[in-house]
Each structure stands twice: as structure tokens, then as C-alpha cells.
């Protein structure tokens, strides 16, 4: 018994924080707490939706079919030769991955007070089971878009769309990074979530969304590869992912050059995020 | 030889409560300042600059050592830094001074049911539950029948859990937590909630989990269910460590502590208790006839003094008293009798009713008597005023009380004069 108390782990708790190793080997002692926090998250969506599943092709479809009209018939923004309903999802998919995660990770740990003032475990763990729990309905949206994309149009992309786990990659980095970021900031400022929200509207046109990023070449004289450009694509990684899913999912040469930097940024975002959260899991459930 | 589980060395805990904003200021120049502010506390905690805060010390240089198989509670009064204390030993929050080294796995049962969701079903939440709890999925699959054995949910487990009883709920969350099997357990007001059988049953869990050489550290108001599970109790007051030693010893402190209630109350008469049979006017609690400020000897008589307005004539009046000690258990229930008045029909008019308890009746402790008048044929109640008046009882080990040289612990609620005889048999 002795033997068994003396192996046993030692904690020490005080006011500093603790080493980011310690931390992140936390992580992986409570891995199985965030695949039940994954399932949770996917089983209460099942479960709070009448139609289940199918709200999750509906939302972005009726969103997608509004769009299209307005700036594919009315405005007849370019397409670079796609039908624009593909052209618009191929796009509009991964940003309504990035939006719907960023907007609920930035609430999640305010709206899980209970869990965080009654018990520990490591709080990175409630946006990091958003950004994993997202996945599988982002997933569910690129299905249905290939079938949207072979049954009515005609159109499957080839041996191409392989290259659609770079920028997925990328996404899934830049997603974590300002969920976590977004997250630890909420609890000491409580308004990050409304300007959140406001921000993410003004992004999505911001990033080659509804508009081909071949436009500002044509509208503002930039070449493809004008150091404006990539620039833009370094401070802003979701022009770097867009690009990619738009290239994977309707052909044409990768933008690695565009997804490089959004990569060294994003990286960059998610190390200072994890940091910078680590640094504040301490105060948070005195913030909440 | 045992090992300490469980070391708090000076751990205080500092809160900061914002000074309300100074209202001269206008929005842009609020915005300015306050997002030069937010840039710069977004990396730092603290800033000097801060003095606008005020704080508050919610545990100050508080030290425990803890040893393996140990049940300590802790008690105090809200406030007193108990909450907060657990709260750091279970890491949800970090102490501002100090350290606190913990040996083995510990399980926090801040509030039972934690982070159930109502939309899922109640076998769901029991693995939702089970691994916020820190259990691996396969214990949890090891234990699952004996956890919805323990619960008493029995059929509705595969129920959402938001058409579950706050009972079923309760029960279901205690059930998930005894069956963490963590070296330490934090039990923190479990017993709010639940019926009488159920908290009886999680009580006696808590004393199996003792009994098996783990270690538990709980915190109650309710006082005999602290009494009954540890022998030792840390009794914190605005966040000092004010006792730690014999349970009987702490709870003593802690109801003198508690111990300031009334010892004379006075109603005036469109708010007085009753109806308009009867009314309560006044309750005062005296000694030998003196007027009682601090606890009474425990040799020396205690008397109530009740009086009341008899509104309408010709009802035999029954005033009663009911004593309960702080944890709100009944100690006795006391009717007026005396022939003279008992079961005759009154007149109208105020009267005043002394009932006297007789010097070395009770033991030490603290006692709140709550009082009631009633009329009989037929029956009817016509006012209950819970805890009207208290008092507490002390002995000041003199040698001439009931207790005689004795220096030990003496138990129970009453200590009378009872007449011993012993002979010698034989030899």
C-alpha cells in the first residue's frame, strides 16, 4: 500500500500555471474525455433537431441557393467557368465549417459554466470537441455537394480531389487556432462573442467567397502572383483555404504558394492560442 | 506509517470586485481607454494601475495536512471560505498564495449531476458524466449496470434525462460519482437534496469509501451528518482556519459562532404572528429571571416567556414550544398543562406563559425553540413561529455540574441529574 501511494501521481497546484508540457500531456491523459465530448456535441445536434441530419445539408443548400441567385443571376458575379451554385459551395462550405465553430467555441466556455466552476479537466478540450464535433457535418455538406455536383450537373472532380486534405489541414489549423484564441478571450472580455459574430459576417466577404479571387486581377490590375496577394493570403489563411477546396473540388493548379503562408500563419495563431490559453485556464472559472 | 495525501501550506486566495465605473466619461473616451487597457491585460494579469478594484481575501495562509484514509469535514458558515477552498484542492481555481501537493487520483463532487444535458438520455449522461468525472470508458462500461442499480432509475434510464425527477437526477449523479474509486473524494453538499432514505444511503456510501482507506474530505451544514462520518473537522471563519481538531469540539465552536440569534423578540401588532383568535406579542428567554446575553450555565435554569393576545374568548388555549438544536434536528416538544389553564375555555385579554427548563437539563450546545399556539375541540393552529428564540448552554467544568471531574466528551442532547447507586456486591 505504501509502495502504491508513493507511485502514485503528485499534483501540485499554486499560482503559477504550470509547464506547457505538463499541459499538453494533460491533453492526451483526458483524450477519452474528448471523444465523449465529441460525441456529446454530436448527439444533442441529433437530438435538438427534428430533422436530425438533414438540417445540416439544409442550412448551407437554402443559404447557398439565395446567394446564387443575388450575385450569380442578378449580379452575374464571374464563376471561372464552374456553374456558380458549385462554384459559390466550393467555397461556402468550408467557411460555414470555420463561422459555425468559431461563433460556438467562442461561447463555450460561458456557456458551459457549470462544467467549469464545479470541475477540472483541461478547459482546451471544450473548443477543441467543436472543432472535431464540426467536422463530421462539414463532411456530410462536401458528400452532398458531390452529389449536387455529379447528378445535376454532370460534373466529378478527378484524381484531384485528393489534394483536398491540404486544405483541410489548413482549415482544421486555422479553425482551432481562433476558436482557442476566441475562446480564453470571451471569459475576461465578455463582448468578444458579439464582435465575433459581427466580424464573421464581414469576413465571409472579405475571403473569395461569392467573388473568384481571379477578379481582383481583373478589377484592380493585380497579377496572380502579386506580392499584394500573397500578403493578403499570409494575414488572412481562409483566402489560402478557399482556394484550395475551390481547386480541389472543381479543378485546376493548387494555390500552394496562397495555402504556404496561410499555414505559417495559422501555425503561428495556434501556437500563441494554445499559449496564450494555457496561460489563462487558471483565472477562467473566477472569470465565468 | 501514513502518508500525507493531501498538504495545504499557506494557501490564500485573493478575489478582485470591481469599483463601479466612474460616469463623467464619455463612450469614444471609455472605448479609447478601455481598448489601450484591454491590449495590455490581454497578456498581463495585473496591472498597478488597478486600484480602482477592490479586493477580497477569500482564504487567508490556511494549512492542512491531510493523511491517507483520513474523512475530514469542513464546516463554516457561507462565506467563511469553504467553497473556495475545495475549489482549489480540485483545480477549477488557482490559489494566489501558496501551495497545495496532492498524492493520487482525486474526485470533486462539487455539485452532483454536473454537466448532465437535458436533451440526452439518462445512459448518456451517465457516461458524459462518468468521464468529466476523470473514469476511462472501460471502467465506465464495467460499472454502468451498478450504477443504474445504485440510482433506483431502473426502466428510464434510456429517458431524456430533462423529464427525469430533480430526485432521479440527484440520484442518478450521485451514482456516477460513487463509483469514481478515487484515492481522494470531495464531497461538497450532497445531502441538499434527496429524500431521507436516499441521503441515508449516500451517507452510508461516504462511510464505505472511508471505511476502504481512501480518503474523503466533506463539507455539510448538516451538522449531524458531520458528527456521524469524521472525527476530525476544520472549522474555517472568513477564511482563516479557526479550528481543526475533534469534530464534537468544532461543531461546539462553530454553533457559538452561529450562536447569535435572538433571545428576546417583540412583534407589533398588525405584524404579530396569528390570526384573529390569537396573537403572539412577545418571546423572551431569561435565566434565574435575569435577561440571558451569552450561553447560560449549564447548572442554572432556563426560562421562556411567552406573551399573547387572546382575541376571541371562550377557546381553551394551548401554547407549545419545540426545541431544535442548529442542525435542525428535534430535540423536544413541550405543552402547557398546568390545570389551571389547560382545556378551560379563556376570556379575551393579553396574557403572559412561562415555561421553565430546570438547571442540568441540557448538555452543552446551542438550541433554538421554536413556538405555537393552538386551540383544542376541535383542533386548530392558529401560529407556528420557527426558531422565535435560542439560546446556548455552557459548563464551565467547575466540578459541581452533572459532568462532575469528568473532562472528556459527554454526548447527546440532555445531561440530567440521575441518581446513580452502587454498592458493593459481594468480595
Redesign the interface.
Known amino acids: 500500500?505504501?509502495q502504491q501511494?508513493?507511485q502514485?501521481?503528485?499534483?501540485?497546484?499554486?499560482?503559477e500555471?504550470g509547464q506547457l508540457a505538463a499541459y499538453l500531456h494533460s491533453l492526451v491523459v483526458f483524450r477519452?474525455?474528448l471523444?465523449?465530448?465529441v460525441w456529446?456535441n454530436l448527439?444533442?445536434q441529433v437530438?435538438?433537431t427534428v430533422l436530425g441530419f438533414g438540417w445540416l445539408v439544409l442550412r448551407p443548400l437554402l443559404n447557398a441557393l439565395v446567394l446564387t441567385f443575388i450575385f450569380g443571376r442578378l449580379a452575374r458575379l464571374p464563376s471561372e467557368g464552374s456553374p456558380y451554385l458549385l462554384f459559390l459551395l466550393s467555397g461556402y462550405l468550408p467557411w460555414s465549417y470555420f463561422a459555425g465553430v468559431v461563433s460556438k467555441a467562442s461561447g463555450s466556455l460561458t456557456g458551459?459554466a457549470?462544467?467549469?466552476?464545479?470541475?477540472?479537466?483541461p478547459r482546451l478540450l471544450l473548443p477543441g470537441a467543436l472543432v472535431l464535433a464540426g467536422l463530421s457535418e462539414f463532411v456530410v455538406t462536401l458528400v452532398f455537394f458531390m452529389l449536387v455536383s455529379t447528378l445535376y450537373y454532370g460534373y466529378f472532380p478527378g484524381l484531384g480531389l485528393l489534394w483536398i486534405a491540404v486544405p483541410l489541414l489548413l482549415l482544421l489549423l486555422i479553425t482551432a487556432a481562433i476558436s482557442f484564441w476566441l475562446a480564453a478571450?470571451s471569459v475576461?472580455?465578455r463582448d468578444v462573442r458579439h464582435a465575433a459574430s459581427y466580424l464573421l459576417q464581414m469576413l465571409m466577404f472579405l475571403a473569395p467567397v461569392i467573388w473568384p479571387l481571379s477578379l481582383l486581377s481583373t478589377r484592380l490590375g493585380l497579377t496572380a502572383d502579386a506580392w499584394v496577394l500573397k500578403l493578403l493570403a499570409g494575414l488572412y489563411p481562409m483566402i489560402g483555404v478557399i482556394e484550395g477546396f475551390r481547386r480541389a473540388l472543381l479543378g485546376g493548379p493548387m494555390p500552394w504558394d496562397l495555402m504556404g503562408l496561410g499555414f505559417l500563419t495559422a501555425s503561428l495563431l495556434l501556437i500563441s492560442g494554445v499559449i496564450?490559453f494555457h496561460r489563462s485556464e487558471?483565472?477562467m472559472?473566477?472569470g465565468i | 506509517?501514513t502518508?500525507n495525501?493531501l498538504e495545504v501550506r499557506s494557501v490564500s486566495k485573493c478575489?478582485r470586485i470591481k469599483a463601479p465605473q466612474a460616469k463623467d466619461e464619455t463612450l469614444i473616451t471609455q472605448i479609447i481607454r478601455s481598448s489601450a487597457k484591454?491590449l495590455q491585460?490581454?497578456?498581463r494579469?495585473e496591472t498597478d494601475a488597478e486600484q480602482e478594484k477592490t479586493l477580497h481575501w477569500a482564504l487567508r495562509d490556511v494549512n492542512l495536512v491531510v493523511t491517507?484514509g483520513e474523512i475530514v469535514s469542513v464546516i463554516g458558515h457561507n462565506g467563511s471560505g469553504k467553497s473556495t477552498l475545495l475549489?482549489?484542492?480540485?483545480?477549477?481555481?488557482?490559489?494566489?498564495?501558496?501551495?497545495?501537493?496532492?498524492?493520487?487520483?482525486?474526485a470533486?463532487l462539487?455539485?452532483v449531476g454536473?454537466?448532465f444535458?437535458p436533451?440526452?438520455s439518462g445512459r448518456?449522461n451517465v457516461?458524459?458524466n462518468a468521464?468529466?468525472?476523470?473514469m476511462?470508458?472501460e471502467e465506465i462500461l464495467r460499472r454502468f449496470d451498478a450504477i443504474v442499480d445504485f440510482s433506483g432509475v431502473g426502466a428510464f434510464i434510456d429517458t431524456?434525462v430533462k423529464h427525469y425527477s430533480s430526485g432521479m437526477k440527484v440520484r442518478l449523479g450521485f451514482a456516477v460519482a460513487a463509483h469514481l474509486d478515487p484515492?481522494i473524494l470531495i464531497i461538497d453538499e450532497v445531502l441538499a437534496v434527496g429524500d431521507a432514505a436516499f441521503q441515508q444511503r449516500c451517507l452510508s456510501c461516504i462511510e464505505d469509501v472511508g471505511r476502504s482507506?481512501r480518503t474523503v474530505l466533506y463539507v455539510s451544514h448538516h451538522l449531524p451528518s458531520v458528527a456521524r462520518l469524521s472525527r476530525r473537522t476544520v472549522l474555517l471563519d472568513q477564511g482563516r482556519v479557526l479550528f481543526d481538531g475533534s469534530t464534537l469540539a468544532a461543531i461546539r465552536q462553530y454553533e457559538e459562532r452561529v450562536g447569535g440569534f435572538n433571545t428576546r423578540r417583540q412583534w407589533d401588532s398588525p405584524n404579530s404572528p396569528g390570526d384573529d383568535c390569537v396573537r403572539l406579542l412577545a418571546v423572551e428567554v431569561t435565566s434565574n429571571g435575569l435577561p440571558v446575553d451569552g450561553p447560560v450555565d449549564v447548572r442554572h435554569p432556563v426560562e421562556i416567556h411567552l406573551r399573547y393576545e387572546v382575541m376571541r374568548g371562550g377557546l381553551p388555549i394551548l401554547p407549545s414550544l419545540h426545541l431544535h438544536d442548529l442542525g435542525g434536528t428535534l430535540v423536544l416538544s413541550s405543552l402547557d398543562t398546568h390545570p389551571e389553564w389547560h382545556a378551560q375555555p379563556r376570556s379575551a385579554g393579553v396574557y403572559q406563559t412561562t415555561v421553565v427548563f430546570p438547571g442540568n437539563l441540557f448538555n452543552e450546545g446551542s438550541f433554538q425553540a421554536g413556538i405555537a399556539i393552538s386551540t383544542m375541540e376541535p383542533y386548530r393552529n392558529h401560529l407556528y413561529v420557527h426558531n422565535a428564540v435560542g439560546f446556548s448552554i455552557f459548563d464551565s467544568i467547575t466540578g459541581d455540574s452533572t459532568r462532575g471531574q469528568f473532562r472528556g466528551e459527554v454526548n447527546g442532547y440532555l445531561r440530567p441529574q440521575l441518581t446513580w447507586n452502587t454498592s458493593r456486591a459481594g468480595g
Request: charged residues 20%; positive net charge; glycine residues 6%.
Open positions: 500500500m505504501q501511494v508513493q502514485k501521481q503528485q499534483v501540485i497546484i499554486s499560482s500555471a477519452e474525455l471523444f465523449f465530448l456529446k448527439k444533442v437530438a435538438q458551459n457549470a462544467l467549469v466552476t464545479k470541475v477540472y479537466f478571450l475576461k472580455f496564450y487558471q483565472q472559472a473566477d | 506509517m502518508h495525501v478575489f484591454a491585460s490581454v497578456w494579469d491517507e475549489k482549489i484542492l480540485s483545480r477549477i481555481t488557482a490559489p494566489t498564495k501558496g501551495q497545495v501537493s496532492v498524492r493520487g487520483r482525486l470533486s462539487l455539485e454536473t454537466g444535458h436533451d440526452l448518456d457516461f458524459l468521464a468529466i468525472l476523470g476511462r470508458r431524456p484515492d482507506g
